[in-house]
């Protein structure tokens, strides 16, 4: 796949593909990232970027022509298309469901923001989808590109040592596979006691069946402790009403 990133900093993402599962990608050649300063497709002296907004609001916003000119030379290297997609904070939110459907795409193009905003004409007649990564204010689009670029990139076949890890996660479930839209239940390790704070028993008595049971049991706790979002968007079997029911009644969130 590739990814190819429109940006008015480009310096900005040497860092983040340098580490890691996305530079073992990288260089496994699952992946090629490509990182386009926005200032080279404007045409003036001054390589304009921005303007002031119509209508006698405060700050800049990003001009259509630079993005439009970006989105036509990238799309056309090959005539091979790709998805456009604009990172905006007025974007749909960005989910796992979402990252695995980007993972099937030959070409994702990300167009970042920056200033007050982007010229509405970018998300209405250039991007395919207008995306955000979640309800806080960025300075811009690029830490979002980078964040959908890792959540994509580890999704590719054979990015991970363990391809099992990649479905067994958290928010597996939204992307349409097992475990039910839960969180991760808890982990631990070495020592079994660690200045007074044991490991739950239950790990160190070699019954798989127990394990299993209190793997669902945390993850569901998890789930209602800390994202109680989650299971109103699910459905609950059983089991997870009964203990419900229970962590209702103790009343610990
Ligand atoms: C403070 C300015 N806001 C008006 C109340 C609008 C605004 C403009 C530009 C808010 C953020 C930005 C820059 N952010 C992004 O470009 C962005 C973003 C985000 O802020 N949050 C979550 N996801 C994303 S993706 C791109």
């Known amino acids: 796949m590739r990814i190819e990133i429109v940006t008015i900093f480009p310096e900005f993402f040497a860092g983040p593909f ?12 699952l992946v090629q990232l ?19 907004p119509f209508g006698g609001e405060e700050g800049m ?18 005539g091979d298309g790709g998805r456009v997609i604009l990172l905006s904070a007025q974007g749909r939110l960005f989910r796992q469901a979402r990252a695995a459907e980007f993972a099937r795409e030959r070409k994702l193009i990300l167009l970042c923001g920056r200033y007050e905003g982007v010229d509405e004409r970018v998300a209405e007649h250039l991007a395919d989808e207008e995306i955000s990564i979640g309800d ?25 040592g363990n391809e099992a890890s990649a479905v067994r996660e958290s928010f597996a479930a939204a992307a349409g596979e097992s475990e039910a ?14 200045r007074g704070l044991p490991v739950p028993e239950v790990l160190l008595s070699g019954d798989h069946q127990r394990i299993r049971n209190w793997r669902r049991r ?36």
């Open 18 to 29: 340098e580490h890691g599962i996305l530079r073992r990608a990288r260089q496994a050649g």
């Open 34 to 52: 490509e990182v386009h300063d926005l200032r080279q497709f404007t045409d003036d002296r001054h390589r304009t970027v921005d303007d002031r």
């Open 61 to 78: 916003v990003l001009k259509p022509e630079p993005l439009f000119r970006a989105v036509e030379q990238i799309r056309g290297q090959a």
């Open 136 to 160: 806080y204010v960025l300075s811009g689009g690029e830490l979002a590109a980078a964040v959908i670029a890792d959540a994509v990139t580890r999704l590719l076949p054979g990015a991970l």
């Open 181 to 194: 839209g839960l969180l991760d239940c808890p982990h631990y390790t070495r020592p079994a006691e660690f």
């Open 218 to 253: 945390m993850a569901f706790e998890k789930t209602w402790k800390n994202r109680p979002d989650l299971l109103e968007r699910g459905k609950l079997d059983a089991e997870q009403c009964q203990w419900l029911g229970e962590l209702e009644k103790e009343s610990v969130r």
